[in-house]
């Protein structure tokens, strides 16, 4: 069996006293697309933000690439990483963020390019090239200069796609990309992400697009109570709803 | 009676005006860049650091805010003099007036700070460690060019409030544009005139100061205006 890109073991997080998931144990292989569902505060972003370090988790390991990252066993103790190696692990994950989060103070291709110049060192000229590129890839090549205040939503979003991209992640991370946008604006953007997925990209996508997960998904995670209660192809999940609660939540979309 | 007309009298003291007027603008100059420099990085402090170590800038910055500048400028030029003194150095009052006006503006422009950085989404330094960015960075290149362009209106008013405290430095014998009229008026019956001539430097100098605030907040905005 090849070993996986991601993979997460025995996972728990816990705000002080209050537990988000326990156990949990996830892989996600190169090249794949995994959906993860659930009903809201089943904690689908907190993992997410887990696997990126912008959380602290209590219990289990992540592993990316084959290295643990956020923290490591020394003297059997836990200890967490010191910043700077956290800023360079989160390096491995690219992260779109439900609100883009861009940067307001700067153009499309300011904020796509800070990282390559700024982390990647790249000279300003080849950092602007290698940023429009990927607005072209995006479809907004012809915006490159446009402030986020001077985008509609769906074109900010596929500017914070851009910038997550082109700082050459092993995994894309999406945490309900669509959800801040008016309903004619989400289609742009989840064909971003289906090109992307055509492309070869990992990506690993907290949605609630019923019809796109099944789509794009190589594999769907449906976390409930704490934890993932499924796992399963598209068919398997939409489809053959094999637990009360799934059945339950994907009742509330009629699709 | 004095025969002497204005413009002749104020020909006459023109020297004097001129290092009132440098007198002022210097210690405004000072005061504002000293203020500006030392309010921003007690801001981020206060937004950042740990509460112990906040404690003793808000107990600062709430105190300085909450008492009258003559007073701080008062309370600074006697402590510093005494002080000093003990070491056998003499402060020269316009240095001493010059920290006062920097206090009193730090502690303005530290506040200013604080409320700017609290203002930015905390979602800028999330998207910030995303692209994996050490905090030194994000707060350089995300969180100071955001605040700043926030603080820009109210740095503005913030620093014409400082050129018009500068006339309290009168009162600790610098010889500051409102001290030399004053003196001026003595010799002659022009009161009005002179101190109609002193109020339109004034205004001249904080006008200069607005108008170089609204070009750069032009030239700053992303608000896609
Ligand atoms: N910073 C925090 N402090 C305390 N509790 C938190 C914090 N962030 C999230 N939680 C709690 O953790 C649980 C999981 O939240 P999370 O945001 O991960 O859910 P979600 O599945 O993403 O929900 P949604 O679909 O609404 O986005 C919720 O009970 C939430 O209230
Ligand atoms: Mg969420």
Redesign the interface.
């Known amino acids: 069996m090849e070993d996986s890109l991601l993979r997460i073991r025995r996972l728990g997080k816990w705000f002080g006293s209050l537990k988000v998931f326990e156990g949990v144990d996830l892989d996600v292989n190169a090249g794949e697309v995994v959906s993860i569902i659930g009903a809201s505060g089943s904690g689908k972003t907190t993992l997410l933000r887990c696997i ?3 959380e602290t988790f209590q219990a289990g390991s992540i592993l990316l690439d084959g290295n643990p990252v956020g923290y490591h066993e020394e003297n059997s103790k836990r200890k967490r990483f010191p ?2 190696i956290i ?2 692990q ?2 491995l ?3 779109v ?1 439900q ?1 883009f ?6 153009t499309a291709l300011g904020n796509v390019s ?2 390559l110049r ?2 990647k060192k790249l000279p300003r000229a080849e950092a602007e090239k290698e940023a429009s590129r990927w607005l072209e890839r995006v479809g907004l090549g012809d915006r490159t200069h446009s ?4 985008l509609s939503g769906g074109q900010q979003q596929r500017v914070a796609i851009a ?2 991209i082109a ?1 050459n992640p092993k995994i894309l991370l999406f945490d309900e990309p669509t959800s801040a946008l008016d309903p004619e604006l989400v289609g742009e953007v989840l064909n971003v992400i289906k090109q992307l997925a055509a492309d070869g990209a990992t990506m690993l996508i907290v949605t609630h697009e019923m019809r796109f997960a099944y789509e794009v998904s190589d594999k769907v995670v449906f976390m409930d109570n704490g934890k993932i209660a499924s796992m399963g192809t598209p068919t398997e999940i939409f489809e053959e709803r094999k637990s009360d609660r799934l059945k339950e939540f994907l009742s509330t979309f009629n699709n | 009676m004095s025969p002497v007309g204005f413009w002749e009298s104020l020909l006459a003291a023109r020297m004097a005006v001129f290092i009132g007027i440098f007198h002022s603008m210097f210690a405004a100059v000072c005061a504002i860049a000293i203020g500006s420099f030392c309010g921003i990085v007690m801001g981020f402090i206060m937004t950042f650091a740990r509460k112990y170590v906040v404690f003793p800038f808000r107990l600062f910055v709430d105190v300085v805010r909450g008492i009258p500048g003559l007073v701080v400028v008062f309370t600074i030029y006697y402590f510093l003099d005494v002080f000093l003194r003990s070491y056998g150095v003499k402060l020269p009052a316009l240095m001493a007036g010059i920290i006062a006006l920097s206090v009193t503006n730090t502690a303005q422009m530290a506040e200013l700070t604080r409320g700017a950085l609290q203002a930015i ?1 905390r ?2 330094i ?2 910030g ?7 030194g ?1 994000i707060l350089y ?2 969180l100071l ?2 605040a700043l ?1 926030q603080m820009l209106p109210p740095w503005v008013n913030s620093a014409t409030e400082t050129v018009k405290g500068t006339t309290l430095l009168m009162l600790i014998g610098i010889s500051d544009l409102l001290l030399v009229t004053q003196q001026l008026i003595a010799t002659n019956n022009h009161a009005l005139k002179y101190y109609c001539f002193i109020g339109l430097i004034y205004f001249l100098l904080n006008t200069v100061i607005e108008f170089t605030g609204k070009a750069a907040e032009k030239r ?1 905005r ?3 205006g």
Do not use: C, W
């Open positions: 990126n370090l912008l910043e700077r800023a360079r989160r390096l994950t690219g992260m963020f609100q989060n861009l940067f307001p103070h700067m800070l990282g700024k982390v402030r986020p205040s001077q910038r997550a700082m | 989404p979602g800028q999330e998207a460690k995303a692209i994996g960015f050490r905090f960075q290149y995300i060019p955001q362009i700053l992303f608000d896609g």
